[in-house]
């Protein structure tokens, strides 16, 4: 848009004979303009492209982005104008242009004419509409392009931070990767607080979320590095999945090491289970709405498993038990899991 911006500046002030051209890029949300084309004959002009002006502080600006086409042959009568604002702009005849496609106004376009006594004529002011109109066109198309990347661009982000990267690059890779789901065995790590809902009770509401986004950074971080992800955050659970159950031990108790460093301060604090089977995992919903989810009663094991656990410990099932290389020496327990007709034998890793 700006090697577009810039070229329009050279044609129109060659062709209209007029010492300086400006283009401006309106941006709506932060209400100031980027300048992003300038032609100025003074040979002596350090250009100031890429700079940003606030709307409060260029009141023509802000009339010709109101929409107006503004005139001034001669700016010493300008009572509206402020006389610092004429000194800084240093200029005798001024014409500025919205440009614009249909009702959106994208930004403005500036004609200086900086020798005394030289106004603008009516012939100039038509053809400088003219003009203006068709490169209105030609701007505008950059202007979408800009704005879609943008757009695009916070898309990804907001998927990568939703998904995270490793599912944003199955979906470029395999473009049926979303009506895929697949079973497979993996270690669910299950963590939750203590006790949180008296804790938020207690303290502002950016505290908590302060609290439940560090816990959700910490879990993240720590699973990447042992080849897990940190799958689904529901307030103040965590959901992890690890692709073998020595790998979930070895990270949730760092995790819980972590975590404990992290909320002693608020006299919190988490526990852990730990069940490793069966799962479905894949894109799940409907037409409407669809989220990549990890389903199967493991999570229903490991959940349960983590209510039964205490404070800043990890309880794991005798599944995870057997597969580990470590040995157990705690006591073992028995817990009744929901839907399920045998107790399930769970064991204290700490």
Sequence with gaps: MKSAAQKACHLMGKILKIERVVIFHYHKEQKNLTLIGEYDQDPNHVSALGERHSLSAHPLDRKIIGGKTVLVNDLQKISATPQKVLKKVSVHSFLGLPLKSGKEIFGTICFDRTKPKKSFSKKDIRLAHLMTEEISDTLYRFHLIKKNKRLLNFSRRYLSWLLGKDILEKLDEDKDFHQKLEEKNLAIVVGDFKDSTAFSLKVPVETVIET????????????????????????????????NPSDACLATKKLNKACQLAFSKYSLSLSFGIHYGSVNVGFIGGKYYKNYQVIGSTINVAAHIQKQTPSNQIYISKDVKDLLNDKISSTPRKIKVKHQTKPTTIYSLN
């Design 212 to 243: 439940f986004s560090t816990l959700y950074d910490l879990s993240s971080k720590i699973a990447k590095k042992h080849s897990g992800r940190l799958h689904e955050t529901r307030g103040d659970e965590v959901l992890l999945t690890f692709p």
